[in-house]
């Protein structure tokens, strides 16, 4: 076979798959397009093909998808910039290079955002929606479901699968909760109970103690583990004990409730959620960093609400968090206050 | 050296040529040509003819039309600039690869930042598959590193009616 007949079917080939892609919406084709057997890097081979956009040196780009970015900070609309980290390796690298933390800049944007903390001043607004004849609970961003959690029953434990690699379980009681996050040292435990009190104890790498301190950062996770296995395995919770204490010996950060308020006229005990929350529930929290005196916190630090979770309506509830919890932290924390067990007030 | 400066306050206004690839030449006041940095070190320079390799007489044409309506801007021409500026960046996406690049060879930062937003509002809606066409990008993705950039966007694939068409 000579080379330009070589050349030639590779080339039928990539028509082949562009064929492939016209057909249907964008979205439902990725997957069948990804198992096909067809190589589409193929058009390496004739770089000649590529046209003078796919020339447009780097810092031209920059100042496109700078714009785009700039331009599109809500969903949907932002899908967007995602849009540009898609068409290939070279877009991908530039959108990544001008794309902020949601620390930074307060945007979500990759799924990895999720896993990164909140913006520390203004928090970031969600809602969660329960479907209650399947056990879904979703994340929303505006209009845009970020995380779905189905509740499925292991033996006699509870058990809230996020994704393929993370869930959360309780024990018998439904006292402790624990959120399993892809790689096991990121294990914690996100809430511990007592007839009288509530503890919720992050004890994610993500939210260590140290990180509300004066200049503290919490760490920023920028990529996802790449060996994630198919199915995470159910891990007992005294493994994840140990694995939590030996690997994370940075003090954790332990959140409490906040106190309310006696209101006079109402004659009820109260909680500012800034219009955020408009239901009266047992459920409602917001919830501040316990610290112990001897830390020289400010004040005004310690009376920061964390994350705040209440009713609105039948089925639907807000979430509004910020560092140094994460998206996916502050729907864990939420998802365990749902559960209703013998221990649970 | 004297003289060009007093020239240019007397009415006699200093005259450059700009030539383009094709080999056209154009005749334009120093005045509305520094508008473009690259060539205003030239001036400093001294040269008064100005060889431009990367740029056609298409794309020069409009680059000195742009030039021109921008060198009278005053406080009171606002509204006429702003619709200039929306005529000049409707043409074809090769159209404005063509000038963006010129744009930017010749460092002209208002018409930089005219086409990257004009550029950035065309492709801000549209699906994948129609930016890699418009831009004629081939995707250099192995499926398998397809699905996981999928994955790190899995939210924004779902739903939503994204544009397809190319222009």
Same mark, same amino acid.
């Given at each position: ?106 945007? /979500? *944007?990759?799924? $990895? ?10 928090? #970031?607004?969600?809602?969660? +929606?329960? %479907? ?10 505006? /209009? *845009?479901?970020? $995380? ?10 509870? #058990?809230?699968?996020?994704? +393929?690699? %993370? ?179 | ?167």
């Amino acid at each position: 076979m000579s080379f330009k007949s070589i050349v030639r079917e590779l080339r039928e080939m990539k028509d082949g798959i562009g064929n492939i892609s016209r057909r249907g919406e964008e979205g439902r084709n990725w997957r069948n397009r990804a198992q096909s057997h067809i190589a589409p890097d193929v058009a390496s081979f004739e770089p000649s093909e590529q046209g003078q956009w796919a020339n447009i040196p780097p810092e031209l780009l920059l100042h496109i998808i700078r714009r785009v970015e700039e331009s599109e900070t809500t969903w949907p609309a932002r899908t967007a910039v995602l849009f540009c980290a898609s068409v290939c390796k070279s877009w991908r690298e530039v959108t990544k290079e001008i794309v902020r933390t949601p620390e930074e800049c307060g945007r /979500l *944007t990759f799924s $990895i955002s999720l896993k990164q903390p909140g913006p520390r001043e203004s928090p #970031v607004h969600c809602f969660i +929606k329960r %479907s209650r004849d399947n056990s879904v609970y979703r994340l929303y961003f505006g /209009l *845009t479901p970020l $995380i779905v959690c189905l509740v499925a029953s292991v033996k006699m434990y509870l #058990v809230y699968l996020i994704d +393929k690699s %993370s869930f959360i379980s309780s024990n018998f009681l439904g006292t402790k909760f624990t959120l399993y996050d892809s790689q096991p040292p990121s294990d914690a435990s996100i809430q511990e109970r007592s007839p009288h009190s509530r503890r919720f104890r992050a004890k994610q790498e993500n939210a260590s103690f140290s990180s509300i301190q004066e200049g503290g950062t919490a760490p920023t996770p920028t990529s996802f583990p790449q060996s994630v296995g198919e199915k995470a395995s159910l891990p007992s919770v005294s493994d994840a004990k140990e694995t939590a204490n030996d690997v994370c010996p940075r003090e954790s950060l332990v959140v409490k409730n906040k106190a309310p308020r006696w209101h006079e006229q109402l004659q009820c005990w109260c909680l500012n959620f800034k219009g955020r929350v408009t239901v009266a529930s047992v459920k409602n929290f917001q919830l501040v960093a316990a610290v112990d005196p001897s830390h020289n916190i400010p004040a005004e630090e310690q009376e920061k609400v964390i994350i705040q979770f209440g009713k609105i309506g039948k089925d639907i509830f807000t979430m509004d968090y910020r560092y140094p919890l994460s998206a996916f932290q502050a729907f864990a924390i939420c998802l365990s206050s749902f559960d209703t067990k013998p221990a649970c007030e | 050296m004297a003289s060009s400066s007093s020239s240019s306050k007397t009415g006699l206004k200093k005259m450059l040529t700009l030539k383009s690839s094709d080999g056209d030449e154009f005749e334009l006041e120093e005045s509305i040509v520094i508008q473009c940095q690259t060539i205003k070190h030239m001036v400093e320079d001294g040269f008064s003819l100005i060889p431009l390799q990367n740029v056609d007489t298409k794309t020069l044409t409009k680059i000195i039309e742009y030039m021109k309506k921008h060198a009278e801007k005053t406080e009171s021409n606002k509204e006429e600039i702003k619709n200039f500026n929306k005529e000049f960046v409707k043409g074809s996406f090769d159209d404005q690869f063509e000038l963006v690049s010129a744009a930017n060879y010749l460092h002209i930062n208002g018409l930089m930042d005219l086409l990257c937003q004009s550029i950035a509002d065309r492709i801000n809606n549209k699906s994948v598959r129609a930016v890699r066409e418009i831009f004629n990008i081939s995707n250099d993705y192995t499926p398998d590193e397809e699905e996981k950039v999928r994955d790190e966007h899995k939210w924004a694939h779902e739903g939503g009616e994204f544009d397809e068409s190319l222009d």
